[in-house]
């Protein structure tokens, strides 16, 4: 079990970037959380198998159809045990 936070810059506001990735993490069975932040960044934390965590943070380099990501910041952090994935 790992756990990685991910910031995502670039246009990822108004792209559904939170829906379709809340809908890969519970598919892929990763818990945690998605969010936009008030700087025009969203915000993420995943944890899972490292595996699955992987393809999600691939997945947030690209982002959904619509969405331009310029830079992507990745910050392992020690895990929560946390259950289920949640937009706030």
């Known amino acids: 079990m790992i756990r990685s ?4 810059h ?3 506001h108004g792209v559904f970037f939170r829906d379709t ?3 890969r993490a519970q598919s892929t069975g990763v818990a945690g959380w ?5 700087d025009g960044t969203v915000e993420a934390v995943f944890e899972g198998e490292p595996e699955a965590v992987e393809r999600l943070i691939a997945f ?3 982002g959904p ?3 331009r990501v310029d830079h992507l910041e ?7 045990g946390l259950r289920g994935f949640s937009i706030r």
């Open 5 to 8: 936070r991910v910031v995502v």
């Open 10 to 12: 670039g246009f990822v």
């Open 21 to 23: 990735l809340q809908r």
């Open 34 to 38: 998605v969010r936009n932040n008030r």
């Open 60 to 62: 947030c380099r690209e």
């Open 65 to 67: 159809r619509g969405a």
């Open 74 to 80: 990745v910050a392992a952090e020690s895990p929560e």
